[in-house]
């Protein structure tokens, strides 16, 4: 396993020079540039020639790909031409927001989807089985915008239960560490901050929770169909086991394996994918960074934001492939 861990590290610079590379040539390949964007605003030709100059679009796109490439590994991710804001600052400040929503409403799924899928395995062609196979495809159909829309009117408008927008209580003072405020919070000790973020943070994880719930839960039923009828299931039931003890001890253990994959592969999405969800509750996500920088064609904040991504992607299926491990002893021996 170390072996193989080695050789997915070795890979990993490879995989971002590709999709930094592909990033590179497919923004400037696309009609238009950041020019266009401001050239509305100013008039004066010598202004527009030195900032061309500043951002080495006066360059040849080879020379513009070098440049790049060489403030890359020299870690100098530029500033946003839009904004003016460092890359670096940006990301500090969007990331961060995005990891939590999407980790909170991948546990939220994961744990949801299992439990249901587990029973209506076990309840296979009755009458709650049907229901809650109703529950999952109801899940699975329906947008992310619209749940969002949904969860703001009835909880946020109509009841009052959470709040419309924002992460935290503008309001309140808190302290800034990492960006990641459960983890400033509970370093701080600022449990009124810490509650004003999970509050905010129920109704948008959820709102993504609900439809990543409804593919878990016809994941697992299905892969727990096809381990209660496997040979090493009849034998546990042979030897006299409770169906419970035989379901949650033996089957779910194999049929969990497809759920890790297919969560993996849903966190990296979450992380860019999120747009809408995120404009909906007016999350400072990375999101809508990528939106904001593909609508004024800021080179500088969409690679970044594709990198991270794409860096996301490669560490969560190593980790899905690490946790394989974990679950099925087979691999050790092999």
Not at 80 to 89: E, H, L, V
Not at 114 to 141: E, H, K, P, Q
Not at 234 to 241: C, H
Not at 315 to 323: A, E, H, I, P, Y
């Amino acid at each position: 396993m170390l072996a193989w861990l080695i050789r997915r590290l070795i890979w990993l610079p490879f995989v971002l020079w590709t999709v930094t590379t592909l990033t590179f040539f497919a923004l400037r390949l696309v009609p238009g540039n950041p020019i266009q964007s401001i050239s509305n605003q100013l008039v004066d030709p010598v202004a527009i020639a030195r900032i061309e100059a500043e951002w080495d679009l006066d360059k040849p796109i080879h020379l513009q790909y070098l440049n790049f490439m060489r403030a890359m590994l020299s870690g100098d991710t530029g500033i946003s031409m839009s904004s003016g804001t460092p890359i670096n600052r940006l990301l500090f400040e969007r990331v961060p927001p995005t990891i939590e929503l999407a980790l909170v409403a991948m546990v939220f799924s994961t744990v949801a989807g299992i439990v249901i899928g587990v029973m209506a395995a076990v309840t296979r062609r009755r009458l709650i089985d049907n229901a809650l196979r109703l529950l999952a495809i109801t899940g699975m159909s329906m947008p992310w915008f619209w749940v969002a829309i949904m969860l703001v009117i009835v909880f946020a408008v109509r009841l009052r239960l959470a709040p419309t927008s924002g992460r935290i209580d503008p309001r309140l003072s808190y302290e800034v560490v990492t960006n990641f405020m459960l983890i400033d919070h509970l370093l701080t000790g600022n449990r009124e901050a810490l509650f004003s973020f999970l509050h905010h943070l129920i109704l948008p994880s959820l709102a993504i929770g609900i439809t990543s719930t409804g593919f878990v839960t016809r994941l697992t039923r299905a892969a727990m169909l096809e381990e209660l009828h496997s040979s090493y299931v009849r034998t546990a039931r042979g030897k006299g086991l409770l169906e419970r003890r035989v379901a949650l001890r033996h089957a779910l253990r194999n049929a969990i394996l497809p759920v890790i994959t297919l969560q993996g592969l849903q966190f990296g999405a979450l992380l860019g994918g999120a747009v809408i969800t995120e404009a909906v509750f007016a999350w400072p996500g990375l999101g809508r960074l990528l939106l904001e920088g593909i609508l004024s064609r800021d080179y500088s904040v969409v690679q970044a934001a594709v990198i991270v991504v794409a860096l996301a992607y490669v560490l969560m299926n190593t980790l899905v492939d690490l946790l394989y491990y974990v679950v099925d002893p087979r691999l050790n021996q092999s």
